[in-house]
Structures are given as structure tokens and as C-alpha cells.
């Protein structure tokens, strides 16, 4: 339980400085690739490699929820990390990346979650979103991507055009839960329900520094223990975005 509450306190200080991070690194690719066109030429590396920092922000969406179910408000995520690259022929023009990442991805909507007296925890629709100001469930993971790769890079190419698709397993390391309304405000933490791994497709395309992010899960965001009207709550995190690359 130490642990869990250390590093969710951790990931709560790593978000607040979350936009901060993705615009130095912003600044960074800027940098790099203004160095790279000054010294093009200079040193050609026959056995280069993609490696590389990523970061990127999305826009999530609960796939396959119930249709009295709705999202509301913004709903965000945040990613970092890095990938080794892989090449897999001559022309190192295509390749597999696997790497290690954090995500953190929150969502606006209205299935209240409340802590019973069992010690378990309660789900319930919210029918009116004028009632309350704020209702959200966040999580929290340490991410292993796995990609396949295409790319139009060289060895003096940093503008580049990809396509790298392929799937990311992901560990909660801890989850929240918050509701606010004009009388009162509650927060729960490490809640069981939440599937400990959760692992989907991911696609990413794009030029240069801009670069189109999707991610569709494959198993559902919470165990099938939770129900909502005697039927399991089976739904899904969609996101979708943009990924910048630093080399």
C-alpha cells in the first residue's frame, strides 16, 4: 500500500508539470533538427538507429459503454517515453521498436464511483450533469510499447515520413476517482475494480515532428465484477492524438 500511494503521488506532481515537459521537448526537436541541417554531411552513419524519446498528448474516449453512459468535458491523456530501434533490413528503413513509457489519461463522464461500507465500491449513473461540476476517473501506467516501423529516413534524413503500428502493454500502477458537486467532494484512490493490465492496438503516421497517435484497448478499463444495471461494464479507452518524436 506504501508503494502504491508513493508512486501515485509521484505521477499526481509528474502531470502538474506534464504541458511543461511536451513544450521543452517541443523546443527540443525544434533544436535538433536546426543542428541536424548545420552539421548534414559531416559524419554519415552507415548503421544508424531510430531511437528515440517520445511524447505525446490525446483525447480519450469510452469505447462500448452503455448508452445512458456519456462523457463530458475534456477528457486528456499524457505519454513519455522512449523506444529502441530495431532495423530490420539493409536500408534500415524498416524496423521494430520496443520501449518504455508513462501514460496518464483521465476521463470526464458520468458513472459516479463511491466506496460502500463493505470496504468495496458502488456505480451509479448520474442522470443530470447540472448537478455536480466535476466527475472523473484517472489512471495512471508504466507502459511497454511494441512497434513495427516503416520510415523514410537515412542516414542524413531527418525529415522524415512514418507509419509505426503495432501494441502497448500497460501497468496500473494507481487509479483515482473524484466527484464534486456544490455541497460536497469526495476522492478515491487504488480502486481494485480497475484491471491491473490493460493492452491495445496503437498507430501512429505522420511527418517530421507532427505525427497522428491512436490507441484502441482491447480489454476493458474495469474487471466484470462491476455492473451497471445487472449488466458488466465492458468499456474500452480509445485515444486519439498527436505523437512527437525526438531523436
Known amino acids: 500500500m506504501i508503494f502504491q500511494n508513493a508512486f501515485f503521488y509521484t505521477f499526481i506532481i509528474l502531470i502538474q508539470y506534464m504541458k511543461t515537459l511536451l513544450f521543452i521537448f517541443f523546443l527540443i526537436t525544434i533544436s535538433q533538427c536546426s543542428f541536424a541541417q548545420e552539421t ?29 453512459l456519456s462523457q463530458n468535458g475534456f477528457s486528456l491523456g499524457f505519454h513519455l517515453g522512449f523506444i ?7 536500408d534500415r528503413n524498416i524496423g521494430i521498436g520496443i520501449g518504455l513509457g508513462y ?13 460502500n461500507i463493505n470496504g468495496g465500491y458502488d456505480y451509479n449513473l448520474l442522470e443530470d450533469v447540472n448537478t455536480y461540476s466535476k466527475n472523473k476517473f484517472s489512471e495512471h501506467l508504466i507502459e511497454l510499447p511494441i512497434e513495427f516501423r516503416w520510415r ?6 531527418y525529415d522524415f515520413w512514418r507509419i509505426y503500428t503495432g501494441v502497448k ?17 469526495f476522492e478515491n484512490s487504488g ?10 492496438l496503437t498507430l501512429c503516421f505522420g511527418y517530421n515532428t507532427w505525427n497522428f497517435y491512436a490507441y ?11 455492473t451497471i444495471d445487472g ?15 525526438i531523436l
Open 84 to 90: 529502441k530501434d530495431i532495423p530490420l533490413n539493409k
Open 191 to 200: 480502486i481494485s475494480s480497475f484491471n491491473e493490465f490493460q493492452y491495445g
Open 40 to 68: 548534414e554531411g559531416a559524419i554519415v552513419d552507415s548503421l544508424y538507429k531510430e531511437d528515440q524519446f517520445y511524447a505525446g498528448i490525446s483525447y480519450n474516449i469510452l469505447g462500448k459503454r452503455p448508452s445512458n
Open 231 to 245: 449488466q458488466t461494464l465492458d468499456m474500452n479507452a480509445i485515444k486519439i492524438g498527436l505523437m512527437f518524436y
Open 216 to 226: 484502441y484497448a482491447l480489454n476493458p478499463i474495469f474487471s466484470n465484477e462491476v
Open 103 to 115: 501514460s496518464a489519461n483521465s476521463f470526464n463522464q458520468n458513472l459516479q464511483i463511491t466506496k
Open 169 to 185: 502493454i500497460g501497468y496500473v500502477v494507481a487509479n483515482t476517482s473524484k466527484y464534486i458537486d456544490a455541497t460536497e467532494t
Open 152 to 157: 523514410t529516413s537515412t542516414a542524413l534524413k
